[in-house]
């Protein structure tokens, strides 16, 4: 059975740190990338960052570039969003997704073949 299960989700202040962890079972880790996505009530959910685990490449929205980064842990199957210098207009349910096209990192929501559940992220201004 394939599972992504995201946690490290919270209420930070502005200005604050968060690291979010994505554990991924049921399929080869190392052939997938995977991205990070987030949606705030009323709004479209959005990419935020990705990585092709095989070749290493990294993608980040313009509006994280720089405070965010994306890791991967083979021996853990765990993919890490490490969230630094928080806004508020970074509250989101931060949902993990893998797609089998291991090979790119992108950002299209409609590539992604596999989600998690969701993590609330809220930083308090």
């Known amino acids: 059975e394939v599972q992504l299960v995201e946690s490290g989700g919270g209420l930070v202040q502005a200005g604050g740190s968060l690291r979010l962890s994505c554990a991924a079972s049921?399929?080869?880790?190392?052939?997938?990338?995977f991205g990070w996505f987030r949606q705030a009530p009323g709004k479209e959910r959005e990419g935020v960052s990705s990585?092709?685990?095989?070749?290493?490449?990294?993608y980040y929205a313009d509006s994280v570039k720089g405070r965010f980064t994306i890791s991967s842990d083979n021996a853990k199957n765990t993919v890490y969003l490490q969230m630094n210098s928080l806004k508020p207009e970074d509250t989101a349910v931060y949902y993990c997704?893998?797609?089998?096209?291991?090979?790119?990192?992108?950002?299209?929501?409609?590539?992604?073949?596999?989600w998690g559940q969701g993590t609330q992220v809220t930083v308090s201004s």
């Open positions: 997704a893998a797609d089998r096209h291991g090979s790119l990192a992108t950002m299209f929501v409609t590539e992604y073949d596999y």
């Open positions: 049921g399929f080869t880790f190392d052939d997938y990338a």
């Open positions: 990585i092709s685990v095989s070749h290493g490449s990294t």
